[in-house]
């Protein structure tokens, strides 16, 4: 039987979530200038569905599949908190003590057979406290800011990244075209290029990337920024490893010989740092709270039940932390929600990676 957005009441409420923001998405674009310039797209207007049709033209449609960050494997663990994040937010999980986490990794895009690659974003997902009331969900990423900073730009970026037919990369002019659109874009690059990418999953920092409120017991809301910084050593990006799964093969390989731990970092805005803008990092010199240990100590493949079924919407937040006013967020809210409902009426193939038998 297919999973259901209907198996639990938390993915129900994350999903009506979900349709609370495509209603804020769809009233924000219908009053701007927004269009949708590519190929597809819903007349001219840019909605969560005109996304679903940008990824399925870019990628092609795999059934059952995350429209975006199709090829992952789902992960279990808990996070330790040390407290020291509780004067800046009341959230429960800051306090001292332990949550439990479900998790994926991932790497992006809409093939779930793609072949890992090394300088491929790596994704990790996670969800404090599932199943649960006052869930905490982020998406990250292991780049140091993310390559647009608004809805429109995510859209333009995707269509311009569609591989040609006759070279399998994309059109270098529409890329041009697109960077020439965005500098905004062109500025991340640079940023991202000087930060090279470790050798895998394991030893990744992964960032949350927008910015969202911390609010105390007193009521003062402070934007923050989180991370998570590998314990584990670090060791420089292969060029490409052998098999196609090779990079989810050694974080698998890796967590079953040892858990995996990184520690979770809050940055604290100052007054002059924009929280509305993923593109742009924050100064170095900014606050850096250590919050805790996230613990990852189980792998297995996507199936039925685990973290394949949950929607890893970032405004699934808990009392205590707020959205910023970021606009990618209400955008990635409504299309995940969007992907999440069109994933879960498909019959699923078969995951590219078994944990259960590691492929090389
Ligand atoms: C407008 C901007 C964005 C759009 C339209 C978008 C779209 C999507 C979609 C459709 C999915 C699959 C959702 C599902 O079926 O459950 C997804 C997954 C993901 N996205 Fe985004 N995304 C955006 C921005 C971001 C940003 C800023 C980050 C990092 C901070 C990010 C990180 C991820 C990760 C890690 C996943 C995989 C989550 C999982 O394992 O379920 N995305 N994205």
Redesign the pocket.
């Known amino acids: 039987m297919p999973p259901s957005w209907a198996d639990s009441a938390i993915d129900r409420r994350s999903v009506l979530l979900g349709a609370a923001a495509i209603g804020g998405f769809l009233a924000l674009h219908l009053g701007s200038v927004a269009y949708a310039r590519g190929p597809v797209g819903s007349g001219g207007r840019l909605t969560p569905q005109s ?2 049709d940008a ?1 399925q033209h870019v990628n092609g449609v795999h059934r059952g599949f ?5 090829k ?1 494997v789902s992960v279990t663990g808990y996070f330790e908190s040390n407290g020291n994040g509780a004067d800046l937010s009341r959230a429960a999980v800051l306090r001292p003590g332990r949550t439990k986490l479900v ?4 790497l ?1 895009g809409g093939n779930p057979t793609v072949a890992d690659t090394a300088g491929a ?1 790596r ?3 996670l969800a404090f406290g599932y199943p649960g009331s006052g869930q905490w969900r ?4 292991n780049i140091p800011v ?1 390559t ?1 900073n ?2 429109q ?3 333009d970026q ?1 269509l311009a990244s569609k591989p040609a037919a006759d070279t399998g990369k994309p059109d270098p002019d529409a890329m041009t075209q697109f960077l020439a659109a965005h500098p905004e874009a062109a500025r991340a690059r640079d940023v991202i290029k000087a930060q090279p990418p470790t050798s895998g999953f394991a030893d990744s920092t992964y ?4 910015a969202f409120l911390f609010a105390d017991t007193a009521g003062n809301a402070t934007p923050v920024r989180w991370s998570l910084v590998p314990m584990q050593p670090i060791g420089t990006a292969a060029a490409s490893g052998a098999g196609p799964n090779w990079m989810f093969d050694d974080l698998i390989t890796a967590i079953r010989r040892n858990p995996l731990r990184w520690r979770l970092m809050l940055t604290v805005a100052e007054p002059q740092d924009d929280p509305n803008d ?1 593109t742009v990092a924050w100064p170095p010199e900014r606050r850096v709270v250590d919050a805790g240990t996230v613990v990852l100590d189980a792998v297995e493949p996507e199936r039925r039940g685990n ?1 394949r079924d ?5 405004l699934v937040l808990p009392d205590g932390i707020e959205p910023s006013d970021d606009p ?1 967020l209400s ?2 809210s409504a ?2 929600a ?3 409902r ?2 879960a009426g498909e019959t699923s193939g078969t995951p590219a990676v078994e944990a259960g038998a590691v492929s090389r």
Request: charged share 15%.
């Open positions: 996304f679903i990824f995350r429209r975006n960050h199709a992952g998790g994926r990794f991932s992006p974003n994704g990790l997902a982020t998406a990250m990423l993310f647009v608004s809805p730009g995510f859209y995707l960032r949350g990337l927008n993923a973290a949950i929607n890893f919407d970032p990618l955008a990635r299309v995940y969007a992907s999440f069109r994933r």
